[in-house]
Every structure is written in structure tokens, then in C-alpha cells.
């Protein structure tokens, strides 16, 4: 198993670019969310997912929109990039939905928006 | 929703000493608790957890404990060596649910 896969690992933007995050797991965990890590402020839940067809916010949802058309991708659409958003994004999954499961975590990928 | 504190921020310690990390959260519904190990440049990985059935669990050199009256939880890590430098992050689940609410992190240097 691949397990949880990001690409791109490096991005660099300038303000007002769209792009999109792929995350994608082969585990075939119901449960797939993304996070945004800054410094000092820990991992914080951007939009997450408990099954193909079915997204929810997070604590940090504006800028970012998501789909969940299959159980294995999960992409992250940034709409406008602006400077607030250059941070290290990952993306996890985890079997259930129980909420017991280990969560785990994508390589990353670090964002820069100019 | 949940929220979770963690301290201390950072902390240093000789190796061979014990290191001890804290963590409080507001949920009482909680019933998740896991502490995931982050190091330079890589993705959080998960060390131990812990479920609000158990007040104590152990693996090796680490060991998790929590109080559920006072809501706090905290990691523990004797015998420490070079490689337990890392970022340490607790987390604490959202009832009924996978959304996990993560602590600030602690920055652990073992000083040789």
C-alpha cells in the first residue's frame, strides 16, 4: 500500500491563482480530511469527509473548497490564492467513522503564495 | 466545539531524564485521545492513544495518562535519547465522530 499520497510536495503562487491539492489513499478508509499547519498554531481542520459524496467545514474553511466523488481522492481547491494561505497543508484519513481510529497523514505539501 | 491546550511549548531535557507533556480539553464528550510525533520536515505519525474507557496506557519508553474528572491528559516519555527530539501534538476526537482538535505542539530537545 501507498497509504496517503499528496501532490504536489512544493508550491508557489502569486496572489489570485487557483490550484488544486490532490490527496488520494489506498487504504480504503471512509474518513478523509485536510489540515493546515502553521507555525506555532498546531494542525487545524480545513474541510473534511466521511464518505464518497458527503463534505463538511472544518475550523478554517474559507478559501477552500473540496469534493469526494470516490472513496480514494479528496482534492483541495484553493479559489484565489492570497498570502494567508502560504502554510504546510496535509491531508489524513482514517478507516471508520467511529471516531477511535487512527488518522494518518500525507507526506505534505508546502505551499508559498507571493 | 472542542479545544485543546497543550504545554509547555517547548521543553529541554538531558538525555536519559524523563519528559512530561500536558494536555487539556473543554469536551467532556471526548472520548479519543492520541498524541502524534512530528519530525523535521515529515508528516505526524502516531505514537500512542488512548480511549476514555482506560486511566493509563504503555509502550516502552512512553506512556499516556488521562484524567477524565479534570480533563487533562498527558504524555510521558522516560529514558529519553537523541531521536525523541520532535514536535509532540495531543489531540482529542469530537464525540461520535473522526474530527480530532489538535494541541499547539511541544517542541522536545534531548540535549546529549
Known amino acids: 500500500n501507498a497509504g496517503v499520497t499528496q501532490t504536489p510536495k512544493f508550491q508557489v503562487l502569486k496572489t489570485g491563482q487557483s490550484m488544486t491539492l490532490q490527496c488520494a489513499q489506498d487504504m480504503n478508509h471512509e474518513y478523509m480530511s485536510w489540515y493546515r499547519q502553521d507555525p506555532g498554531m498546531g494542525l487545524r481542520l480545513i474541510h473534511y469527509s466521511v464518505g464518497a459524496g458527503i463534505t463538511d467545514q472544518g475550523e478554517v474553511p474559507n478559501g477552500y473548497n473540496v469534493s469526494r466523488s470516490t472513496t480514494e481522492d479528496f482534492p483541495l481547491r484553493l479559489l484565489s490564492a492570497a498570502p494567508s494561505q502560504t502554510s504546510v497543508y496535509f491531508c489524513?484519513?482514517?478507516?471508520?467513522?467511529?471516531?477511535?481510529?487512527?488518522?494518518?497523514f500525507g507526506p505534505g505539501t508546502r505551499l508559498t503564495v507571493l | 466545539g472542542e479545544n485543546v491546550e497543550q504545554h509547555p511549548s517547548t521543553l529541554s531535557v538531558q538525555e536519559g531524564d524523563s519528559a512530561v507533556i500536558k494536555c487539556t480539553y473543554s469536551?467532556?464528550?471526548?472520548?479519543?485521545f492520541p498524541w502524534y510525533k512530528q519530525e523535521l520536515g515529515k508528516r505526524p505519525q502516531l505514537i500512542i492513544d488512548i480511549r476514555s474507557n482506560v486511566g493509563e496506557k504503555k509502550d516502552q519508553r512512553i506512556a499516556v495518562t488521562l484524567n477524565k474528572t479534570a480533563k487533562h491528559f498527558s504524555l510521558h516519555i522516560t529514558e529519553t535519547q537523541p531521536e525523541d527530539s520532535a514536535v509532540y501534538f495531543c489531540a482529542a476526537n469530537n464525540f461520535g465522530n473522526e474530527k480530532l482538535t489538535f494541541g499547539t505542539g511541544t517542541r522536545l530537545t534531548i540535549i546529549p
Open positions: 489524513a484519513s482514517s478507516l471508520g467513522t467511529s471516531g477511535t481510529n487512527e488518522q494518518f
Open positions: 469536551d467532556s464528550a471526548s472520548n479519543y
